[in-house]
């Protein structure tokens, strides 16, 4: 009995130091640099929106299983509540409708006005983490107060802050807020000697629910990284510029759920090979895209004799940047012959650009619930788009003069 009542009184320490019982930080690497942000001393009073987050977090997932939890749908409802309370908020994905949107307008009239005006944005990264943008401005001037609160399976907490001056603000054509700058982290400066880059973009200006359902449904699970599929011209009739290995890693993924087992060797300078049976890969292949076996074999390589085709994973030379643009649909058409059109920009905060570029995808769906990507067309704009993250795979010669130069042949 000593020892179960010793283990309650511990338990109920642990609460109150993580900040249950008030707002007290637990875990805040991120601090403030002296003298860097004039609203730094101000003391921002979030205990009441995180008493009712927790309210509405606790209604909201009441009747979900842990896997439920974690649904676009509980994100939305968590935002819904949000807004009616008053509070402007939106998902870290931007694939919901900000509420209270008004306010971050009166915010950017105010910026450009040069008036004083204060503004506190929250933003949902999943149900139980929560970041909180605290705005103020002054002379034309956005200083920026981020506080991050996580769930730790009993209630809400304060898990860190960053303070900083915002070095560039735009609301674009495109309906969102883009603010960069950077923050002081003692950590971080220890190993880079230097402060932390801090990008956010937010979707200000609601979306059609049919744009994002077809955005989830068809672009989101491809995206820009480490595939070409929407990076360049192509069609049914001409796939020479479309990449099949990396159209196959993105298909695996979306019918298993999980990457191809073909990994690349734990040795940088080994370069793996595989061979994949003739119908696992072209399976795979033709169930996204309307191309026959002849035209796959004739972009690849293909062994006759063993009825495989020759795969390199791609390694250490062909990695490309984590900071990459996401797709977003703004538009589309259901054309006579049961495609539909999508008008889709390239939303790449990194670049502090909501549309890098634009481009249409044909897409075909099939009466048993599945689909087809039937082509690919980069729009003309007046600024020349930039796919600086991404990396070709090596061709055969490339790979094979690489590898060999490494093992020293």
């Known amino acids: 009995m000593k020892k179960h009542a010793l283990c309650i009184m511990v338990l109920a320490g642990i609460l109150l130091m993580s900040g249950c019982g008030g707002q007290q930080d637990v875990h805040n690497e991120l601090v403030q640099k002296p003298d860097s942000v004039s609203a730094a001393d ?27 939890i974690q649904s676009l749908e509980t994100i939305e409802n968590i935002i819904k509540r949000l807004g009616e309370h008053g509070y402007s908020a939106i998902d870290s994905g931007n694939q919901v409708d900000m509420v209270q949107k008004e306010q971050v307008l009166r915010f950017c009239e105010s910026i450009e006005q040069s008036k004083e005006a204060q503004l506190t944005i929250w933003v949902v990264d999943t149900p139980e983490k929560l970041y909180g943008y605290h705005l103020s401005t002054e ?38 807020l883009i603010f960069t700058g950077s ?75 999980q990457p191809v087992p073909y990994l690349p060797d734990e040795n940088i300078n080994i370069g793996a090979v595989y061979q994949i049976p003739e119908e ?77 570029y634009t481009h249409e995808v044909v897409v075909r769906p099939l009466e048993d619930g599945g689909f087809q990507y039937v082509s690919n067309k980069m729009l003309p704009s007046k600024d020349d788009y930039s796919t600086s993250w991404h990396t070709d795979r090596l061709t055969e010669e490339e790979w094979e003069k690489i590898y060999e130069e490494n093992s020293g042949g």
């Open 42 to 68: 101000d003391d921002l009073n979030t205990d009441d929106i995180i008493k009712l987050y927790q309210e509405i977090y606790d209604e909201v997932t009441a009747s979900y299983t842990v896997d439920g």
């Open 139 to 176: 002379e034309g001037k956005v200083d920026v107060v981020k506080e991050h609160y996580q769930y730790n399976n009993v209630c809400f907490v304060k898990a860190g802050s960053v303070r900083y001056t915002a070095d560039s603000w735009q609301y674009t054509n495109e309906g969102y």
């Open 183 to 257: 923050s002081y982290s003692e950590q971080s400066y220890v190993l880079t000697m230097s402060d932390v880059p801090e990008v956010t973009a937010l979707r200000v200006e609601p979306l059609d629910i049919k744009c994002r359902e077809l955005n989830r449904l068809y672009m989101l699970p491809i995206g820009y990284g480490r595939n070409n599929m929407f990076l360049c011209d192509w069609s049914g009739d001409d796939y020479d510029e479309l990449d099949f290995y990396d159209a196959f890693d993105r298909f695996y993924s979306m019918i298993y759920g």
């Open 280 to 356: 696992e890969f072209e399976n795979m292949l033709m169930k996204y895209l309307p191309a026959d076996k002849d035209r796959i074999r004739s972009h690849t390589k293909y062994v006759s004799e063993k009825k495989v085709y020759e795969y390199r994973p791609r390694g250490f030379y062909e990695a490309e940047y984590t900071n990459i643009p996401y797709p977003e649909v703004v538009d589309y058409v259901t054309n006579d012959d049961g495609t539909v059109t999508l008008t889709v920009n390239a939303v790449y905060p990194s670049e502090s650009t909501s549309k890098a």
